[in-house]
């Protein structure tokens, strides 16, 4: 069984920062793009950014300059590193990665059960 169990989420005031982690463990033979959605109610999932296993990375337009994607592949973890958050940054926060759990199997999406960040002086 493979689980996605996310961590680093709270309560910061506008301008401060979080760091966010997800760590992926389990059955796991490889781990192909991990990344970081974010949902608020009565919206759809958004992307915030992606990374590859060789470490590309893609941000959505809201992140760019204050988000940083960055993953461990020893560790199976990914981070998002986020700065001068502002109150529209307030979502759930979920880990998605795209794992294969053996070497004669394809690649499936995976998903962390959500982090709350909210920013709010």
């Known amino acids: 069984q493979v689980q996605l169990v996310e961590s680093g989420g709270g309560l910061v005031q506008p301008g401060g920062s979080l760091r966010l982690s997800c760590a992926a463990s389990?059955?796991?033979?490889?781990?192909?793009?991990m990344g970081w959605y974010r949902q608020t109610p009565g919206k759809q999932r958004e992307l915030v950014a992606t990374?590859?296993?060789?470490?590309?990375?893609n941000y959505a337009d809201s992140a760019k300059g204050r988000f940083t994607i960055s993953r461990d592949n020893a560790k199976r973890t990914v981070y998002l590193q986020m700065n001068s958050l502002r109150p529209e940054d307030t979502a759930v926060y979920y880990c998605?990665?795209?794992?294969?759990?053996?070497?004669?199997?394809?690649?499936?999406?995976?998903w962390g059960q959500g982090t709350q960040v909210t920013v709010s002086s």
């Open positions: 389990g059955s796991i033979f490889s781990i192909n793009d």
């Open positions: 990374i590859t296993s060789g470490g590309m990375t």
């Open positions: 998605n990665a795209a794992i294969t759990k053996y070497y004669f199997d394809g690649t499936h999406p995976y």
